[in-house]
């Protein structure tokens, strides 16, 4: 039984015993005032009577008339006149009239009045004594009215009383309730803090929670600003805070191998030339300005653009990738016109190369760079500030998806009837934990874009999904057959959600009407969004955990890295788990640094009560690195070739 209840029914039962003893004590007053009244009722009527009888001058027939006048008034149980000798002379007598108060309280309240005693004179000679003995029934009744209407009475003040005992138990629960919450929103960990009770005891609660909780956020905010340096440390170039070669190629690779993103991107490639003369004639510390100088160039665009990338691949390279179609050229044109008015002011004869590419997104790193790279051979070939763009050439052309081809009224109608028909299938790449047991799998889907074609996978439809805005439809359609495969195999699946599905409005009251029609499979499903949606849509995404979560699903965060820094209030999303990237992961078993940021996000990730598990692991001897890492699980090439073993 709760504190509260135990409180509540204390109250209850001191006021159930007040109120019963507030009705005794009044009965038994009232029991005693009518008794008394009784019994001065007895001895003023006998008087008067007896006054009466005297003045007959001892006439029987006379003083019989005035008894049977005074008895016929029906309150009256007997009348006896008596000689001085003690023998009855006159006498009038009636049976006890019986009470309309019911038995049992008439036997527990018994009034028993004395009979009232007067001399009846004739004269100076004593006649007798009269004897007068009211019926008590009367009394019994008016007792009876008068404790109904006491209890009437009281019952309305306790009610009022139990009406007030309920609020003030309820306001003294309130932050008793905020507190409860609070410290279950730690164990989950959520920090919140909660509004201090007007109670005095209960406000040195309230306060002492509230300092306990700024504390913990005061630690975890310190512990995202210490992994900040070791992002630093781990991924950046000392000199200009970009990612080193290994970490761009890694982020490029995560990049080019999701399904989000749009079909075409761009590739940009920098080299300030001849870096050695540079050294020799200027000197290393002003040679270091001038790579400072083109790295903040380049780093301008990751800095404003969500989704670009940039690095500095060695001591003269310089990469951008840009995430969007047909912004290559411009951009790399921007940027030499940039330096070419910076540079002149560190001295004469620094010039910038730039070679740029724009291909689909689906090529191949090698096809990406080999582009690239033989458009800067081009541009280094002449002298100055010079920018040479790759166009496709005619082997690459094929990769472009059909459907852009088709015209985007075709392939939005191919979308929506696929989606219509549910034309649409689940894959599974599991997630293994240190053990090798499934945790869950990992369900991409494909779409059916014609009738009996193959399933293309999302990387060929979703970036013309999301600019039909039909992003939504298709993660409904993704829950609906993830809900419907586990209630046939019983094994939990993770769903991706695109981040411009949150800005649907309707989107997550659609989920929940498919969680409702399939209560028990919702348990082992998950809902996993890209970090980036945290970062942008974080009150969106709080508002789709609160409603969600509730019902049994999963929630996490994909593709994580140094951004978790960045996710206002990371402790309050209500997440369950953290999904760390390739490019963060990738290589972790060679490089001290990179073990230390990983080390670092997990115990960050560990103090919110975070599952945390990576993605797109292919090496053995990152898997082994990541396990002394103690991440819970890992996802990729790794984990499918494992679990195809075993099978």
């Known amino acids: 039984m709760s504190l509260m209840r135990q409180v509540g029914l204390l109250v209850l039962a001191a006021l159930l015993a007040s109120l019963l003893g507030s009705v005794a004590v009044s009965t038994l007053s009232v029991r005693l005032l009518l008794q008394t009244q009784l019994q001065m009722k007895n001895s003023d009527n006998a008087q008067a009577l007896a006054l009466v009888l005297s003045q007959q001058q001892g006439d029987p027939t006379l003083m019989e008339l005035q008894m049977s006048a005074l008895f016929d008034t029906g309150y009256y149980q007997s009348v006896v006149l008596r000689h001085a000798d003690g023998k009855v002379a006159l006498e009038r007598r009636a049976s006890a009239l019986a009470s309309r108060a019911p038995a049992w309280f008439v036997a527990l309240t018994p009034i028993e009045a004395q009979p009232g005693v007067a001399q009846v004179s004739n004269g100076w000679n004593a006649v007798g004594s009269l004897e007068v003995q009211s019926q008590s029934a009367y009394a019994h009744d008016e007792l009876w009215r008068s404790v109904t209407r006491i209890s009437l009475l009281l019952s309305v003040v306790g009610v009022l009383a139990s009406l007030a005992a309920a609020w003030v138990l309820r306001r003294i629960r309130r932050p008793l309730d905020n507190v409860a919450a609070q410290a279950r929103a ?298 419907e495969a586990i209630a046939r195999d019983g094994q939990a699946r993770c769903i991706n959600v695109a981040p411009a599905s949150l800005l649907d409005g309707s989107f997550v009251a659609r989920l929940r009407e498919q ?50 820094a960045q996710v206002e209030r990371l402790y309050q999303a209500g997440l369950d788990y953290v999904k760390l990237d390739v490019a963060v992961v990738s290589g972790v078993s060679g490089d001290a640094a990179r073990a230390a940021f990983v080390r670092g996000m997990v115990v960050m990730l560990r103090s919110l009560a975070l599952k945390v598990y990576a993605e797109g692991v292919v090496d053995a001897m990152d898997v082994q690195a990541l396990w002394d890492c103690e991440l819970d699980g890992v996802t990729g090439p790794w984990a499918t070739t494992q679990q195809a073993g075993r099978a």
């Open 186 to 483: 730690v164990v989950e960990g959520s920090f919140t803090v909660v509004p201090e009770s007007d109670v005095p005891e209960l406000r040195g609660l309230s306060q002492a929670m509230n300092a306990m909780v700024l504390r913990v956020k005061s630690m975890f905010e310190a512990q995202a600003e210490q992994l900040q340096v070791l992002s630093l440390q781990a991924h950046c170039d000392p000199l200009t805070g970009m990612s080193t070669r290994k970490h761009f190629m890694a982020e490029l690779s995560s990049a080019l191998s999701r399904d989000e993103g749009p079909s075409h991107a761009g590739l940009v490639l920098l080299r300030l030339r001849d870096l050695t003369e540079l050294n020799q004639r200027l000197g290393r510390p002003a040679v270091d300005q001038i790579l400072l100088s083109v790295g903040k160039a380049v780093k301008a665009y990751p800095d404003r653009v969500r989704g670009c990338l940039g690095g500095r691949l060695n001591g003269a390279d310089f990469a951008l990738w840009l995430p969007a179609p047909d912004v290559a050229q411009e951009t790399a044109q921007a940027l030499s016109e940039a330096l070419r008015a910076s540079l002149p002011a560190f001295g004469n004869g620094i010039h910038v190369a730039v070679g740029a590419v724009d291909l689909p997104r689906d090529q191949a790193m090698g096809v990406w760079f080999g582009e690239a790279d033989a458009a800067l051979a081009r541009a280094e070939s002449q002298s100055g500030f010079v920018v040479e763009f790759s166009k496709l050439r005619p082997g690459a052309q094929e990769a472009v998806t059909g459907l852009l081809a088709l015209g985007e009224r075709a392939w939005r109608a191919q979308i929506m009837e696929a989606l219509a028909e549910k034309r649409g299938r689940l894959l599974a790449y599991p997630l293994l934990d240190k053990a090798g047991q499934v945790l869950h799998q990992e369900s991409p889907m494909q779409l059916q874009l014609e009738q009996g074609g193959a399933f293309e996978p999302a990387s060929r439809w979703l970036p013309l999904a999301l600019r039909s805005r039909l992003t939504a439809d298709v993660d409904v359609l993704a829950v609906t057959l993830a809900l």
């Open 515 to 564: 969680v409702f029609q399939a209560p028990q499979a919702a348990r082992k499903l998950g809902l996993e969004l890209a970090e980036s949606a945290a970062i942008a849509h974080f009150d969106l995404l709080l508002e789709m955990g609160r409603q969600l979560r509730p019902l049994g699903l999963k929630l996490g965060l994909e593709h994580a890295g140094a951004g978790l």
